[in-house]
């Protein structure tokens, strides 16, 4: 499905991660992975993990800086010649953002980093990725449902996730004449450390498992198997969209018994 084409996976941080799911979905499926990481302190976990999937490069950047993010298409750029997918696994909002009612705690800092980081990270990448991206090229970010439906405590991350799907859909208008696609995948909640940031996930983890109409959590092997599927060419005819991988959650009202 992706035999060959060289992926670039950024937002990695430790086994948890959705993006160490894809990763192990796409290097189970041929693909060449590259990685970025935020900073030293993942430098380790990063290197052990890809020398045990493909061995891929790995760089780092941190997505607050233009040049960073500069610096980190360019490496991937010379190395590789180009470059056939990008997945963007990041998300981040200050702690005090993400607790609480939203009048109590919403800051315009706290707007600024978390829209920054969450939503402006993915245009940044793509928009200096275009010109080294391989004809039929394939761009990926996550998502979560928070960002249609008002989702106790995820406030401004609802409103940054709700920007990153309207990139989503402006990027792939106007990229899609290049043959590039642009999608993103709704996943439901999987623990992990950005997860974790989130007060009360644990209690929205238990109650989305039991009233899903598949009535069991999603797993990270899930979310990587669609994502593989997303950066093949079997969805060539699928760009602009969120695609939803959260048990059927979205679809319901109400829960039927
Ligand atoms: N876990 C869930 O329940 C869930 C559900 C739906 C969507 N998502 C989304 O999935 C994506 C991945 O999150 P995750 O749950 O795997 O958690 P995670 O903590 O493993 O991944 C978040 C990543 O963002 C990176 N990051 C944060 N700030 C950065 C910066 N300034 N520069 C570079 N990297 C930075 C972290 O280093 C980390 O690798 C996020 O967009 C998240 O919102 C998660």
């Known amino acids: 499905m992706v035999n060959g084409k060289k992926i670039l996976i950024v937002g990695l941080a430790n086994k948890y991660s959705i993006a160490a799911a894809i990763a192990a979905s796409l290097h189970e499926h041929g693909a060449i992975v590259g990685y970025s990481y935020q900073n030293e302190r993942f430098e380790k976990f990063i290197n052990e993990?890809?020398?045990n999937n493909g061995g891929?490069?790995?760089f780092k950047c941190d997505l607050s800086s233009d040049k960073e993010i500069k610096g980190l298409v360019n490496f991937f750029a010379e190395e590789w010649g180009e470059i056939d997918g990008i997945v963007h696994s990041?998300?981040?909002a200050p702690s005090d953002q993400i607790a609480g009612n939203i009048e109590d705690c919403i800051t315009r800092e706290g707007f600024a980093i978390t829209h920054d980081i969450s939503s402006y990270s993915f245009a940044g990448l793509i928009k200096e990725a275009v010109p080294f991206f391989s004809e039929n090229a394939s761009a990926l970010t996550l998502t979560y449902v928070g960002s249609q439906e008002a989702t106790p405590n995820y406030n401004v991350m609802g409103m940054a996730k709700a920007s990153l799907e309207a990139s989503v859909r402006y990027f792939s208008a106007t990229l899609g004449s290049?043959?590039?696609r642009v999608n993103s995948i709704s996943a439901g909640p999987i623990k992990t450390l950005a997860a974790s940031g989130i007060k009360g996930f644990k209690s929205m983890l238990n109650k989305h498992g039991s009233e899903t109409p598949l009535r069991r959590n999603i797993t990270a092997k899930e979310v990587g198997d669609t994502?593989?599927?997303l950066l093949s060419d079997m969805s060539s005819g699928i760009t602009g969209q969120t695609i939803y991988v959260d048990g059927g959650y979205n679809i319901q009202a109400m829960k039927f018994d």
């Open 56 to 58: 891929g490069l790995t």
């Open 49 to 51: 993990f890809s020398s």
């Open 227 to 229: 994502a593989t599927f």
């Open 90 to 92: 990041v998300g981040f």
């Open 178 to 180: 290049k043959g590039i």
